[in-house]
């Protein structure tokens, strides 16, 4: 997001759109439903990379070519160096760590994008290897993504978890490729919860051997 606003007010949106909220709120409903196609293969990498800001302007009657592609660009470059984790995440993954956890990534991110980020948030230590879609040609929630970083792994379903912020393509991708799955949703209630959902990511030690005991 705080990619999103310094673009926002260095390309001087506001002289077009009324507020950055404005901006982002239509940014996001055009980047959800842009990745969904994407993770479902309907459309390829460098159309979701343009088309997301592209719908977006269009949505303020911004027909400018050169902003989209200026806009793309900075964003893919400038996003991973702006890193924001949440609560509790780096003692967290230590703690997972010494517990003899092994942890891996699966992501539908860029490429370029997630291991300038995992660098820049100083994430890279904690996890051992780092699967990116576009390198296996499927996206979740597709299960061949997830057979292929379990077998990179030498991990088995029944003894794997995936943690994930998105229900569908993190936790139902997991079931589906027999591991267990937690939804990370930090804005759920306390009466929400159940047994698969968490709030802070300093719950995942308490809740872990629970669903599978450590090799």
């Known amino acids: ?6 673009l926002f007010n ?3 949106l506001h002289k077009n759109i009324s507020s950055f909220n404005q901006f982002h709120d239509t940014y996001k409903e055009h980047n959800v439903k842009l990745w969904k196609a994407y993770g479902e293969g309907k459309i390829e990498k460098n159309h979701l990379r343009y088309e997301r800001f592209r719908s977006t302007l269009t949505a303020f009657n911004i027909y400018d070519e050169t902003i989209v592609q200026r806009i793309s660009d900075e964003y893919v470059d ?14 967290t993954l230590e703690e997972l ?7 891996h990534i699966i992501t ?11 660098q820049q948030a100083q994430l890279a230590p904690f996890f051992d290897i ?13 299960l061949e993504i997830f057979k292929y970083a379990m077998q990179l792994a030498g991990a088995i379903p029944e003894k794997s978890v995936m943690i994930g912020d998105d229900f ?7 079931l589906n490729a027999g591991m267990h799955g937690i939804h990370f949703n930090p804005e759920v209630s306390v009466s929400q919860k159940d047994d698969t959902t968490i709030s802070c990511i300093s719950e995942l030690p308490n809740m872990l051997p629970s669903l599978f005991k450590i090799f």
């Open 168 to 174: 569908e393509i993190d936790v139902i991708g997991a």
């Open 108 to 118: 539908n991110g860029f490429k370029e994008v997630q291991h300038t980020k995992l």
């Open 10 to 12: 260095n390309l001087e």
């Open 97 to 103: 760590k010494q517990s003899k956890y092994n942890m």
């Open 1 to 6: 997001m705080a990619a999103l606003e310094q």
């Open 78 to 91: 400038l996003s991973p160096k702006l890193t924001h984790l949440f609560p509790n995440t780096l003692e």
């Open 130 to 142: 780092i699967v990116c879609s576009e390198e296996v040609g499927k996206n979740k929630p597709s």
